[in-house]
């Protein structure tokens, strides 16, 4: 149920905070974006995993800090920003997932956030983007169906591999026991 409902405030969350940063803006004014979308989610996921596996968890929040704060200085949505939401969204969501498995008290033990604490600060990182750069709730949205198709996928594989049914605790949990790396 944990799994359910942490994807649920990962979807009530962004749905919240796109119509929030909307509400009061025109109309979407972007400019005609150039890239391919579907291969920029799909190369942001195979980069995030590399970097997942080289620096960990706090590596990949490092450089989501700074490739915010480099893509959000220009004046139109970049294949770089969208690059950075994507990573953040995956890192934030299998983040999330793992903590909803570990106790409250073993996490502050720990001195990791709340499920919820990760979806709010992800929520807060988008909606500075959406508002500045008036993506529409449609477009929100496509984007999040992506990263959850094209991106999440290889993500999860690269980072959490199958394990062979002969291994000690083979339970098919493609993200259970192993554990953030």
Known sequence: ???????GVFSGLLMAFCLIAVAGGPAPALAKETWNHVANIKDAAKRLAALHRREGSAGVLKF???????????????????????QDYMHSQVLARIYAKIPQAERVRMGVPAPEDIAKGMGQRFVAAFSQYKISIKQAEAFKRMVDKDGMPLFMKAVFPPRNSGDADADGDAGGKQGAR
């Open 64 to 86: 989501l800090d700074a490739c915010y704060r480099t893509q959000m200085l220009s004046s139109e949505f970049s294949q770089g920003l969208e690059s950075c939401m994507a």
């Open 1 to 7: 149920m944990r799994k359910l409902t942490t994807r």
